[in-house]
Nanobody, 122 residues
Framework: QVQLVESGGGLVQAGDSLRLSCAAS????????MGWFRQAPGKEREFVAV????????SLAESVKGRFTISRDNAKNTVYLQMTSLKPEDTAVYYC???????????????WGQGTQVTVSS
């Protein structure tokens, strides 16, 4: 079956960096656009970043532009989220998702990981 497994979360201080990874299995990775979303306590899950199947197309939420970068390694079936200059408001559970559509909203995504916690202290 399809599995998306996130890793790389943790507790960091404001201004620090983290790189999240999402390893995919059970699907043809190059058929899927890959997205990152996050959900803070008491809030809706929100879009963070998306990358197209071939890695050429990318889009980032305004709140993370200039600080986060999304990339993928199709040989390793893995998508990454490089996060720099982290802020306390970036604290959330981060989820990766796979979808046949290039989308900035949750609904079109077919598969989701279990999430990894990122906590940024001030």
């Amino acid at each position: 079956q399809v599995q998306l497994v996130e890793s790389g979360g943790g507790l960091v201080q404001a201004g620090d960096s983290l790189r999240l990874s999402c390893a995919a299995s059970g699907l043809t990775f190059t058929n899927y656009n890959m997205g990152w979303f996050r959900q803070a306590p008491g809030k809706e899950r929100e879009f963070v970043a998306v990358i197209s199947k071939d890695g050429v197309g990318r889009s980032l939420a305004e709140s993370v532009k200039g600080r986060f970068t999304i990339s993928r390694d199709n040989a390793k079936n893995t998508v990454y989220l490089q996060m720099t200059s982290l802020k306390p408001e970036d604290t959330a559970v981060y989820y990766c998702a796979a979808g046949l559509l290039f989308s900035l909203v949750k609904r079109p995504y077919d598969y989701w990981g279990q999430g990894t916690q990122v906590t940024v202290s001030s």
